[in-house]
T-cell receptor
Framework: RKEVEQDPGPFNVPEGATVAFNCTYS??????FFWYRQDCRKEPKLLMS???SGNEDGRFTAQLNRASQYISLLIRDSKLSDSATYLC?????????????FGTGTLLAVQP | NAGVTQTPKFQVLKTGQSMTLQCAQD?????MYWYRQDPGMGLRLIYY???????DKGEVPNGYNVSRLNKREFSLRLESAAPSQTSVYFC????????????FGPGTRLTVL
């Protein structure tokens, strides 16, 4: 079983739609959680961290459920520019080194 | 600031050839990383360097070596390239104190024939 699992998609949605991505992780000792965004043929970039209480950044809302080992990302009012692959990322190691485990990503295509 | 830079951007090798991928960061970060990204596999850690002078194996180190030349530079070497090493290679760096964001370079697309 992969340490971090995501639905690969693609999710094809019209502009203005609300879309949600889910992710599960296997290591209950995982300490920190993130969503990264990767545009086609580009490098990954941090979209947002995910906190236990849930957090929001504009149109983006991230939720964490430690009991179910489940992370979600909600995008409201989708824009064409949101089209990208969204990577669920977990830090299971902590300590002095930031070692991240990446999911395979969920592809979002926002249609005009 | 250029952030994280990688050279070359593209490379084609024949089986058995060697090459070194270069990475440099100008953010004064302590930690640096090498990943490979393959379709359906996600990003996998090859080697990392928690600080200048130290290197450690990641998830998929076989067939690779690394050198942390100084605080800025972290190179990845393929001694005898194999077709299974065809991939996109990303270098990243992070501030060890924050533990959060890793900053990635633009990647090197490597094909081994």
């Amino acid at each position: 079983r992969k340490e971090v699992e995501q639905d690969p998609g693609p999710f094809n949605v019209p502009e203005g739609a609300t879309v949600a991505f889910n992710c599960t992780y296997s290591n209950s000792a995982s300490q920190s959680f993130f969503w990264y965004r990767q545009d086609c043929r580009k490098e990954p970039k941090l979209l947002m961290s995910v906190y236990s209480s849930g957090n929001e950044d504009g149109r983006f809302t991230a939720q964490l459920n430690r009991a179910s080992q489940y992370i979600s990302l909600l995008i409201r009012d989708s824009k064409l520019s949101d089209s990208a692959t969204y990577l669920c990322v977990v830090n299971t190691h902590g300590g002095a080194t930031n070692k991240l485990i990446f999911g395979t990503g969920t592809l979002l295509a926002v249609q005009p | 600031n250029a952030g994280v830079t990688q050279t070359p951007k593209f490379q084609v090798l024949k089986t058995g050839q060697s090459m070194t991928l270069q990475c440099a960061q100008d953010m004064n970060h302590n930690s640096m990383y090498w990943y490979r990204q393959d379709p359906g596999m996600g990003l996998r850690l090859i080697y990392y360097s928690a600080s200048e002078g130290t290197t450690d194996k990641g998830e998929v180190p076989n067939g690779y070596n690394v050198s942390r030349l100084n605080k800025r530079e972290f190179s990845l070497r393929l001694e005898s390239a194999a077709p299974s090493q065809t991939s996109v290679y990303f270098c990243a760096s992070s501030d060890a104190v924050s533990y959060n964001e890793q900053f990635f370079g633009p990647g090197t697309r490597l094909t081994v024939l």
